[in-house]
């Protein structure tokens, strides 16, 4: 019995009346956990009980807190008749279970039922006593720290990131289980909400012992997604990234990786050779055979002693530019052992990371993904077929039984995918593959499972723990030019595994790059960047024929490859018409309809200093004989190289002229490349590999032999840029623009439009797509206009099919405003860009120990350009100065402060303001504390749409009511913000003619406090015992 | 392609004043749009009019629900679904407007019992004043909503409305005296009555509510400054000897007019009609027992003082100086008693025939 749940319910207001006669309300409460119930006295005729009820006590195993979420139901005593539900609260008491974070959950929480949304609120007070757990062979992971943040978060440091997490757990969907048939809406609903919520927490329980048992104590980068998959069942899955993070709360923490107390990593015989892919064969064989051939033996790898010396003894004469090339040899084939080292270890190096420590990312090769349909096959459940007698006990005892072999399925399908990724990632000489993500996209039952992510070496620093390769590493990163060390192609020149056009970096020159770079992950910190940055998306509609089962499978594999074709063409043509080389953030996603697959990618566009100058896109005809056709032509030509001026001259894209003879070779003409592999694979395990480069064409040449090709040309022309004082992205934050200020507004926008049904081609479908996309971005821009000058960061846009004729987009993102003066001095320089964001991240600078081991290094041989050396002193030197500073005055801020948090609101306070952002940071702020995983699951149905302000009212007033929970659960656990925030799922069904609608929505983020830098320098200047409490920095106003 | 849902929803909710404005004074969707197209809102952000379509839908849904919430402004404070800076909250509620409401409208249902019989005849009140009915209806119904919740209240009136609509000084005050016409339904429609405005009669309100109610006397009463004090207007029968006693009212008009001569440029015209002024004021005050009379105090103030004085072109400060003069007199009439409660009356009648008294 290692745990004491207790709770305090104290009071209600703004009830319903449930009484018509009296206008008024007989409350009272009922609280459950597990099979235990209390309840509380019934406060008669009152619409704003006072219950003051004792503690009610749980006493639980912890494996039970975990899992369970607490009940809290609000009914009307009725004398006569069965009392009515008002409405429930769950609550995840999770957040209790590990010591830094809440040590009482104590609020407002709104009562909420599925059919009448929130009614009313209800004041309880949640604490947990939690008794030393002794058992070794527990099945419970408290302690395990959760993050949705897909970076160390703010004030941790990272000792080791051990890598990818991952579980599944699959059950029956209760609004398909029999006994649905005869309950009411309310109680599937209500079913399916606690079955979710009782899934979740056991998910993360099996994730967290995973977490133990590679020795770490956290997972970053959590994503908890699930599946609908209809009669087949319910699949709640999560990735993540295990962690040891060390809270940095004084100064004595940032002490070098060494000094680590986590010494028994797990030494894992590294025999294992990943299982042969059998479904992966053909196509794709060649590209593993690269990889092999320039990843070195084996038995080389894990010597580092040898290694060593390898070094030293490199010649470094690399000044020249023809030897440079091969001077990044030895030392990429030294990395990439060591990490292939740490991380051979493991069955798949991934991170679902997607920003990083300085130094931790080496090269980036580009983006791999992976699909593949499957076919969700039926449960073949005897109790389905009869509801009467046995059945029924039997069923409802004994069901999970039936699904006991299902998870295996589903993890096979996601490790055969995910085996595709790693070897997609070898082949680009990668040996980890970051910014990972897995997603489906489920039509009747097909099943559409998704993984990308970005291939990439690492440091093996944080991989391990890395005493005996300390010194190697700090040499390591001194030979990385900054700014530019992660574009340097991973691979080997001679080997490329695919045709590929590559120059020598355009800031080091001594090392090769690509002319174009795709990546899922966010803009490096130290990445030079010329100009700003844009949104840049590829829309798609392709329509498919209406099949059953194994032709409609087969129909969808074979419009992949086309679909990740014109995806990535229309990305590329995209880019270089907006004058930049490089996407950030990709995400593609392709959703399945019943008669048709949309596909819509989204990423930020830069202009990296690093990569050559994209060239411009040629038109040509078919035709060239045609007087006026020629004409046509040189028009369109005209419009696109007009087009190209304007982006660059609005996107303040000027890159210093480069002469050719300091590159020292000529720039060969551009050609486009791609960075992307990818595979789709179906059921029968057939895969297809797709060469992205046009074969020997040049890409950059649109040939218009076709109106096809000339509504293409058009539709690259439409895409309207944002009105002045806008900028959007889909990353954390906005390349080129660093001085935000505190006002954030975030938003979640949904339409959905109804095509007509009448002769739907392709391009018309792509034209609705394309307006429906843009409409909402205008839409947008309009409703923010009073931000101005802001930025839409984080757009995050989701596409479903929810019927027939219908697309819905889904937006959710954040304006932030900045200071417009500040901005407008876009010719900050990389020194002076790099000393912003260390003031503004100085914790996350915290964790490297830049400076500790350089003076016992032996100078370099041969030391790199002046300027970069000079930058890159500046990078570890002056930031560090001023993080000494930074941290002195954070440190009153430590735990001592935040443990008295105030009493339970009082009833007659006003409501805090909690921020909500899907960014890992808020602008002009400092989060000193996390409070735990947000991780909720709605759904709100309605039998009178109509009179609820039809579909759009329907809609509008859940999600408003989503936020409203969300910001009172922070609230309730002494916060004052989300960050990270995502709403995963919108699914959205509606039946007009009956007058219904249902809509699921599930969302998440991190729970933090968070102190304005203003206000931190006030209290720093005061004692430690200023009463600076969470409570009061809710006051702040914001628009 | 149809839009067939489309919505907006911020962790802060967005409020546009100029909708919200549209909003309140009735305006459908369409008519909205239609005049935010006048004002210029296109060429100025460069938006399409299917952007302002769907940015009009978004706000009048957010209005829509939070209206529940401006029912009773407390709740919006405590309520956790809109997340609305405090400073906005207030804006909502009073400077922009939902308890605002139109002077023309006002008029009126002024003195009208708040009950469905006068909500059927908004329809009319909109045709005539050209407010939409939307915006009478919610002007009517916020006027009956502050009223059935002070109604039975104890305490100041003024105090009750600011303490459960949050609405400034001088709105709550406009209020009390809508509460208090409605509640005594004095009649102010009357054609003779048209000339004065909401302001005349509101500032009468308040000096009858701090001066005739029965909380003048006593605050720890129910209705207290709703209901008139009828142990005062019983007593009020009293002063009827003022005009009934010859030699009171010859002894009355000497003391006037002796303290007023040469001061008065209508002299000869106060001199002469002195009785029947004096019988006027003192019979209005005599007649108050019954209710009906009581409805009709407005009426007959300007039928019996206004109007006479009007038409021998009584300056104003003739009228002040004349009726301080007045009511002082009364003083030193020895054998009248009741001096306290003349002052009672006379005090809050002096100052509401003053205002009163224009054209």
Sequence with gaps: MPGKLKVKIVAGRHLPVMDRASDLTDAFVEVKFGNTTFKTD?????????????????????????????????????????????????????????????????????????????????????????????????????????????????CYRAVIIHGFVEELVVNEDPEYQWIDRIRTPRASNEARQRLISLMSGELQRKIGLKVLEMRGNAVVGYLQCFDLEGESGLVVRAIGTACTLDKLSS?????????????????????????????SSGPSTPLKNQTYSFSPSKSYSRQSSSSDTDLSLTPKTGMGSGSAGKEGGPFKALLRQQTQSALEQREFPFFTLTAFPPGFLVHVGGVVSARSVKLLDRIHNPAFVGIMGNTRSYKLLDWNSFNSDEPETRDAWWAEIRQEIKSHAKALGCHAVVGYSESTSICEEVCILSASGTAAVLNPRFLQDGTVEGCLEQRLEENLPAGCGFCHIPYDELNMPFPAHLTYCYNCRKQKVPDVLFTTIDLPIDATVIGKGCLIQARLCRLKKKAQAEANATAISNLLPFME?????????????????????????????????????SATGVYLAALPTPGGIQIAGKTPNDGSYEQHISHMQKKINDTIAKNKELYEINPPEVSEEIIGSPIPEPRQRSRLLRSQSESSDEVTELDLSHGKKDAFVLEIDDTDAMEDVHSLLTDVPPPSGFYSCNTEIMPGINNWTSEIQMFTSVRVIRLSSLNLTNQALNKNFN?????????????????????????????????????????????????????????????????QRASTDNEELLQFPLELCSDSLPSHPFPPAKEHLESASSNSGIPAAQRAVTVEKASPMGEGNFRNRSAPPCANSTVGVVKMTPLSFIPGAKITKYLGIINMFFIRETTSLREEGGVSGFLHAFIAEVFAMVRAHVAALGGNAVVSYIMKQCVFMENPNKNQAQCLINVSGDAVVFVRESELEVVSTQQPTANCQPSCTGGEVTT | MTSELDIFVGNTTLIDEDVYRLWLDGYSVSDAVALRVRSGILEQTGA???????????????????????????????????????????????????????????????????????????????????????????????FKRVFKVVEEMRGSLVDNIQQHFLLSDRLARDYAAIVFFANNRFETGKKKLQYLSFGDFAFCAELMIQNWTLGAVDSQVDDMDVDLDKEFLQDLKELKMLVADKDLLDLHKSLVCTALRGKLGVFSEMEANFKNLSRGLVNVAAKLTHNKDVRDLFVDLVEKFVEPCRSDHWPLNDVRLFLNQYSASVHSLDGFRHQALWDRYMGTLRGCLLRLYHD
């Design chain 1, 565 to 601: 074709y014109e995806v990535h063409t229309q990305l590329m043509n995209k880019l270089k018409l907006k004058g930049m080389n490089a996407l950030f953030g990709l995400r593609i996603q392709i959703t399945v309809g019943e008669n048709m697959l949309m596909g819509l990618a």
């Design chain 2, 48 to 142: 399409t009019a299917a952007v302002l379509q769907s940015d009009t839908m978004d706000h009048y849904r957010t209005f829509h629900m939070l209206e529940r919430l401006l029912h009773a402004p407390p709740k919006l404070l405590h309520q956790l679904i809109f997340q609305i800076p405090p400073s906005r909250q207030a804006l909502l509620i009073e400077r922009w407007g939902y308890y605002a409401f139109d002077e023309a409208f006002v008029r009126e249902v002024l003195g009208k019992k708040l009950s469905k019989g006068t909500k059927k005849d908004l329809d009319d009140i909109s045709t005539k004043t050209g407010i939409t009915l939307k915006s009478c209806r919610r002007q009517f119904d916020n």
């Design chain 1, 251 to 279: 100064p004595a923490a940032f002490l070098p990786a060494c000094n680590s107390p986590s010494k028994e990593m797990k030494e894992i015989p590294f025999n294992e050779d990943p299982n042969p892919n059998t479904h």
């Design chain 1, 42 to 154: 019934v406060y008669l005729k009152s619409l704003n009980p006072q219950w003051n009820s004792e503690w009610f006590k749980f006493e639980v195993d912890d494996e039970d807190l975990q899992d369970e979420p607490l009940q809290i139901t609000v009914l009307d005593h009725d004398t006569y008749s069965a009392n009515d539900a008002i409405g429930k609260v769950y609550i995840d008491i999770d957040p209790l279970l590990y010591s830094e974070a809440a040590t009482v959950i104590s609020g407002w929480f709104p009562i909420y039922d599925t059919i009448h949304g929130i009614r009313g609120e209800i004041n309880v007070v949640v604490k947990v006593d939690l008794f030393n757990d002794l058992n070794r062979f527990r099945q419970s992971s408290c302690g395990v720290k959760f993050f949705c943040t897909t970076s160390i978060p703010k």
């Design chain 1, 771 to 835: 307006d429906l996309c843009e409409n909402l971005l205008k839409s947008l821009y309009f409703k923010l206009r009073s931000m101005i000058p802001c930025c839409l960061c984080h757009v995050n846009f989701t596409v479903s099919l929810p019927e027939d004729e219908l697309i819905q987009v889904t937006v959710t993102a954040v304006a932030i405003t900045f200071d417009k003066n500040q901005a407008l001095q876009t010719t900050k320089t990389h020194v002076e860009k790099s000393l």
